[in-house]
């Protein structure tokens, strides 16, 4: 199981803010490239109110989109916000994904990360294959 190494580009502050989107569906090899190309893009450029934003995003296991920014040099102001949120939206669009459904959840199964809907996750609940020893993603994370 590979985690996700965001801050391993750059040095991040342990209470850097981090925004956790997870794809309906895995994307493509192709789609996950061009996601992370434009997600590099954006962050390099990302500013909130003229001072530039020290960020950065991975696509990881191709359905888990995270955005990082350090605010100790600048923070993330609603405005900056709002422009990443509309960003992921057009990317979605774009990729034809949605990527802000609150009800998909990830957990750990074996060496695989799992995505599903919240009443799937309910049944594995109801069922044992979730328990309170099963790894999720936090994707409340920011």
């Given at each position: 199981m590979r985690f996700p190494q965001i801050s391993s580009r750059t040095a991040f502050h342990p209470d850097s803010r981090v925004w956790v989107y997870v794809a309906e569906r895995p994307?493509?090899?192709?789609?996950?490239e061009w996601l992370q190309s434009r997600l590099d893009a954006f962050t390099q450029q990302w500013t909130a109110h003229n001072n530039a934003l020290?960020?950065?995003?991975?696509?990881?296991?191709?359905?888990?989109?995270?955005l990082m920014v350090d605010e100790t040099q600048a923070g993330a102001s609603g405005c900056s916000i709002d422009t990443s949120v509309h960003f992921l939206e057009k990317a979605?669009?774009?990729?034809?994904v949605n990527l802000f459904d609150r009800r998909?959840?990830?957990?750990?199964?074996?060496?695989q990360l799992r995505f599903e809907r919240q009443e799937i996750v309910e049944q594995e609940l109801g069922n044992g294959k979730i328990t309170a020893d099963t790894l999720m993603v936090n994707t409340?994370?920011?």
């Open positions: 994307l493509t090899e192709t789609e996950t020290k960020a950065c995003a991975e696509v990881f296991d191709r359905q888990l989109i995270l979605g669009l774009q990729l034809g998909r959840f990830g957990w750990l199964e074996g060496e409340l994370a920011g």
